[in-house]
């Protein structure tokens, strides 16, 4: 019997305590039994490189205080060169910004900090759970905290396409786009806001902050219950 991996796959040994230098890849595999079949697993591509770059990235004999001080270092730095110009191009796309959200700064850290006293367009940092986009330059004070009614000027919520974030919504009826403020609204999607679902009718161009029931006529239309949408037939 042949194990044949599916394309842009590989088969590997399912066993997870193998070191990334012993552990084997391969398109096909011949096994004997189902038994020997089950030492084997499937996986991507890119989740090959991962446990390539494992080895070199990681080596558990190396783990020790010091180690971890130097690990505790680099985290410590990262959220500071996040927004450098030579950086910030690399994570530019909303997906991949999205994706590792967890390495830029807060804004509960920046605004009391005088370095950070001033930023401009394209400044990212994360608060309550999000990512936010500063869209123009401004001194960052505690009372303009993103999210918050009247800064839709000056933050945008950082949001991607679910065709490149299968993670996030795909702003169907069925899978509306949780309405929290400071976002823009796009034509075709739904929304959602306090258990009510809205249609969007028009972009808006600019992030709103009004509640979703105050944009009614203006940018989005109440879904009742039942009712069927424009994207399934009706005229």
Same mark, same amino acid.
């Given at each position: ?145 993103? *999210?918050?009614?009247? =800064?839709? &000027? %000056?933050?945008? $919520? !950082?949001?991607?396409?679910? +065709? /490149?974030?299968? #993670? @996030? ?35 808006? *161009?600019?992030?709103? =902050?009004? &509640? %979703?029931?105050? $944009? !009614?006529?203006?940018?989005? +239309? /109440?879904?009742? #219950? @039942? ?9």
């Amino acid at each position: 019997m042949i194990l044949q991996a599916e394309t842009n796959c590989w088969l590997t040994e399912a066993k997870e305590d193998i070191k990334p230098e012993e552990r084997h890849f391969a398109k096909t595999v011949p096994v004997r039994t189902s038994l020997e079949a089950a030492n084997w697993r499937q996986v991507t591509d890119s989740e090959k490189e991962k446990m390539l770059q494992e080895g070199t990235i990681f080596d558990a004999s190396q783990l020790s205080p010091a180690y971890l001080d130097k690990v505790d270092t680099l985290l410590a730095k990262i959220p500071k060169a996040m927004n450098l110009s030579n950086v910030a191009d690399g994570f530019d796309a909303p997906a991949t910004a999205l994706k590792y959200m967890k390495y830029y700064p807060e804004w509960g850290d920046l605004w009391p900090d005088p370095v950070y006293k001033n930023v401009g367009p394209g400044f990212r940092m994360q608060h309550n759970g999000k990512l936010w986009e500063v869209r123009q330059f401004l001194e960052l004070q505690e009372q303009w905290e993103p *999210g918050a009614q009247g =800064t839709e &000027a %000056l933050y945008t $919520l !950082v949001q991607a396409d679910y +065709e /490149e974030n299968p #993670d @996030g919504h795909s702003g169907t009826l069925e899978d509306p786009i949780p309405y929290e403020g400071n976002q823009m609204l796009e034509e075709g999607k739904y929304y959602s806001q306090d258990g009510k679902t809205y249609l969007c009718t028009r972009d808006s *161009g600019i992030p709103m =902050t009004h &509640a %979703l029931a105050e $944009l !009614v006529g203006l940018y989005v +239309e /109440e879904v009742e #219950d @039942g009712s069927e949408s424009s994207e399934n037939g009706e005229n």
